[in-house]
């Protein structure tokens, strides 16, 4: 790696909402361009009124292309026209056109190599809805404009938790259909990888969810878990990743049975993202994981009730910008021994101890039934 900052992109999202808030008063803090060099993708005349109404004093470069941005300094690059307008703490057809014009901008340069990381503020789903964005969600979009085939991972986390979704932004009549043995199996398995190389976790522990209330209690209020969930965990497990549960979600989260696992898989958006923003409070991050691209986003959204107001919390913007950051190294530090591999000389001989150790405790054994009473309470 050479000594140069990571370059971080940032789009301004939804120019009606928070986004330039909280990039506002990110930068705020001169430390932040001692980590990094940030590129905002967004309007040099939006931003100057949102600095203007918040009273705010962080100050921009503006520059033509990203390849010109500058360290020490916020860089802006204008990716739409200064015609805007800005109608603060209101949803617009042109707020979402100029969401989508810096997403597209970006995804552009990412091809390019022009920057290190992406941060995403703020969209509203269905304002940027035109015939360029027929998607979700950032997720989707992003996937498919430079996912290179891979599929993505929504991952959400914290200092303290980390929750995966197997299905995302699904009505909820759909999400039944849509848990299969191989999406679990495909998702746990993005999860999986993500965690050793991401998060540089060397034997990652996965607690699965269970669908129905109370795990399905043995087919009495469904049999997901029977049929398909369980057969996915042994797979999984056969595989050689580490598995478990599944885990009724009121009393896994309640108990805080969720500090024994490295990951938490949940079946569907709600399940695993209203816990998680409970406990996360305000330094919550989104994770896209899986793609070749590192992206982060706040676990907010738009928040057009406190647009303009300046009581915006930026903690959550801030910890995404940290977050891509600190993935962009581990990606790197756990990469640079593949790329000069030496030849293997010998076998090494495992020891099935270790495997026996890291595997305790599994849902039949210790963990069971010492917490099973406690987590379904």
């Known amino acids: 790696m050479n000594n140069k900052k990571i370059r971080v992109a940032i789009t301004h999202g939804d120019t009606n909402g928070i986004g330039y808030e909280v990039i506002l008063k990110t930068f705020a803090d001169p430390a932040m361009l001692e980590i990094c060099t940030p590129i905002i993708y967004g309007s040099p005349k939006v931003a100057a009124y949102h600095r203007k109404m918040l009273e705010l004093t962080t100050s921009f470069s503006i520059i033509d292309r990203a390849e010109d941005a500058q360290e020490d300094r916020v860089n802006l690059i204008a990716v739409i026209g200064e015609e805007t307008k800005v109608d603060i703490g209101q949803s617009s057809k042109e707020a979402g056109e100029a969401a989508l014009k810096a997403l597209d901008r970006a995804m552009t340069d990412f091809r390019s190599d022009l920057y290190d990381v992406l941060v995403t503020a703020p969209i509203n789903k269905d304002n940027i809805q035109s015939d360029l964005f027929h998607f979700k969600g950032h997720t989707e ?39 299969t043995e191989e999406a679990i199996i495909s998702k746990a398995t993005i999860f999986h990888k993500s965690l050793k190389r991401d998060f540089r976790i060397s034997n990652p522990r996965l607690a699965i969810l269970a669908l129905n209330p109370h795990a399905g209690d043995n087919g009495v209020i469904g049999n997901e878990e029977k049929d398909i969930i369980i057969p996915a965990i042994n797979k999984l497990e056969e595989n050689g990743i580490q598995a478990f549960g599944p885990y009724a979600a009121d009393g896994f989260f309640a ?57 915006a919390s930026e903690n959550s913007f801030r910890q995404a910008i940290y977050t891509a950051i600190d993935i962009f190294r581990n990606r790197a530090e756990y990469d640079e021994p593949m790329e000069n591999p030496l030849p293997k000389i010998y076998h090494e001989k495992r020891d099935e101890s270790e495997k026996v150790r890291f595997a305790i405790p599994k849902p039949k054994d210790q963990f069971k039934r010492q917490d099973k009473k406690k987590i379904e309470e």
């Not at 896209?288 to 738009?302: F, K, Q």
């Open 255 to 311: 108990s805080e049975a969720y500090r024994a696992f490295d990951g938490v898989l949940a079946m569907y958006h709600d399940q695993g993202l209203a816990p998680f923003k409970t406990i996360a409070c305000d330094d919550g991050v989104n994770y896209t994981a899986g793609l070749p691209i590192v992206r982060t986003s706040p676990d907010h959204g738009t928040a057009y009730d406190i647009a303009g107001k300046g009581i």
């Open 141 to 179: 979009y992003i996937e498919n404009s430079v996912g290179d085939g891979n599929k993505s991972l929504m991952i959400l986390l914290n200092e303290r938790l980390r929750v995966a979704l197997v299905t995302t932004h699904l009505p909820i009549k759909d999400i039944a259909e849509a848990i």
